[in-house]
């Protein structure tokens, strides 16, 4: 049994090994030549939670900020005006970001519930905000903020 142990041991370290030296480039190409990890290929269901400061207002999606300050789309514009004073600011929204509700047992239980086999947090969304502290995001995290 230890034999058997000792070289399903050394096997894996061969194979890991092996994807430790692989070397890819920076081009779609090259990246699409990775092997799907076989939990992955068979899980069938995943989720990908985006959660973050545009939680806040729950207006829209994740991508608030610019459908109210870059397009300026109307109903987002209006939206602000009608519950938010005037001269606010999206990293005003930061500190309410809270999680106060956080509840992981029930997401646990509804994620399981679904069949998912996987869960992703999207921790870092295109406007900077990290779920996480980071040197390169300061006072612009949940940590410093929120």
Request: hydrophobic letters at 40%.
């Amino acid at each position: 049994r230890a034999s058997m142990t000792r070289l399903v041991f050394i096997v894996a370290s061969l194979a890991l090994l092996g994807l430790a030296n692989t070397q890819y480039q920076p081009t779609w190409e090259s990246l699409d030549t990775r092997p799907l990890p076989t939990w992955y290929d068979g899980a069938k269901i995943g989720i990908f939670i985006h959660w973050g400061v545009f939680s806040v207002p729950s207006f829209g999606s994740e991508w608030f900020w610019e459908d109210w300050q870059g397009s300026q789309s109307q109903s987002y514009v209006e939206f602000m005006q009608k519950n938010y004073r005037p001269n606010f600011t999206y990293p005003d929204f930061a500190p309410m970001f809270t999680a106060e509700f956080y509840n992981p047992e029930e997401w646990a239980s509804i994620f399981e519930a679904s069949g998912a086999r996987y869960v992703v947090l999207t921790s870092k969304h295109h406007e900077g905000f990290t779920n996480w502290p980071s040197r390169y995001s300061w006072n612009w995290n949940s940590m410093d903020v929120g």
